[in-house]
Antibody
Framework: EVQLVQSGAEVKKPGESLKISCKGS????????IGWVRQMPGKGLEWMGI????????RYSPSFQGQVTISADKSISTAYLQWSSLKASDTAMYYC?????????????WGQGTLVTVSS | QSVLTQPPSASGTPGQRVTISCSGS????????VYWYQQLPGTAPKLLIY???QRPSGVPDRFSGSKSGTSASLAISGLRSEDEADYYC????????????FGGGTKLTVL
């Protein structure tokens, strides 16, 4: 069974750093892209970026380039999303999702989401 | 302001057919596949339609997708109360170095 399991909710202060994770199982982790999607409270979905764990090829949305870093450790089938200095406006739910570029089947499996709250 | 434009809301009564539109441009919908996602309240999004009009296994055939030029639409026939959710379209955009874009989402209410 394909699963993406994300790390738990975080409460941080502005200026702090954070790294959240997304662990894949039940499939070949290095053969699918992993994307990250932000959903601010009461708002829609925003695509942040994507990584191919097989070779760490990474693409970012122009809106998030330079704001976050996406990485992956294929040895433990885990992708990461990190911030070096959080802002209150980073408060949101963050989802990871798997994408098959060859089959073009879309983001077919999603993590359960990680709620990040940034407040002083 | 989302790159893909959807109506913020739609509604219908049980059994009706509703459609949700998604408007883009030549760099996204006009040259790439369209995908649709359903997000039930308090849950992660779920893939509903891929490659413009294909349904993943387990998605009822009441849901259908279509694309024409730089626009796409999602149709839901035989509307049911459990279809009440937010619906998002998405496509790859070829501008800059390429990136995924989502519509702003449409909240579907079953009256």
């Amino acid at each position: 069974e394909v699963q993406l399991v994300q790390s738990g909710a975080e409460v941080k202060k502005p200026g702090e750093s954070l790294k959240i994770s997304c662990k894949g199982s039940g499939y070949s982790f290095t053969s699918y892209w992993i994307g990250w999607v932000r959903q601010m409270p009461g708002k829609g979905l925003e695509w942040m970026g994507i990584i191919y764990p097989g070779d760490s090829d990474t693409r970012y949305s122009p809106s998030f380039q330079g704001q976050v870093t996406i990485s992956a450790d294929k040895s433990i089938s885990t992708a990461y999303l990190q911030w070096s200095s959080l802002k209150a406006s980073d408060t949101a739910m963050y989802y990871c999702a798997r994408f098959d570029e060859v089959a073009a089947t879309g983001f077919d499996y999603w993590g359960q989401g990680t709620l990040v709250t940034v407040s002083s | 302001q989302s790159v893909l434009t959807q109506p913020p809301s739609a509604s219908g009564t049980p059994g009706q057919r509703v459609t949700i539109s998604c408007s883009g441009s030549s760099s996204n919908i006009g040259s790439n596949y369209v995908y649709w996602y359903q997000q039930l309240p308090g849950t992660a999004p779920k893939l509903l339609i891929y490659r413009n009009n294909q349904r993943p296994s387990g998605v009822p055939d009441r849901f259908s997708g279509s694309k024409s030029g730089t626009s796409a639409s999602l149709a839901i026939s035989g509307l049911r109360s459990e279809d009440e959710a937010d619906y998002y379209c998405a496509a790859w955009d070829d501008s800059l170095s390429g990136y995924w874009v989502f519509g702003g989402g449409t909240k579907l209410t079953v009256l």
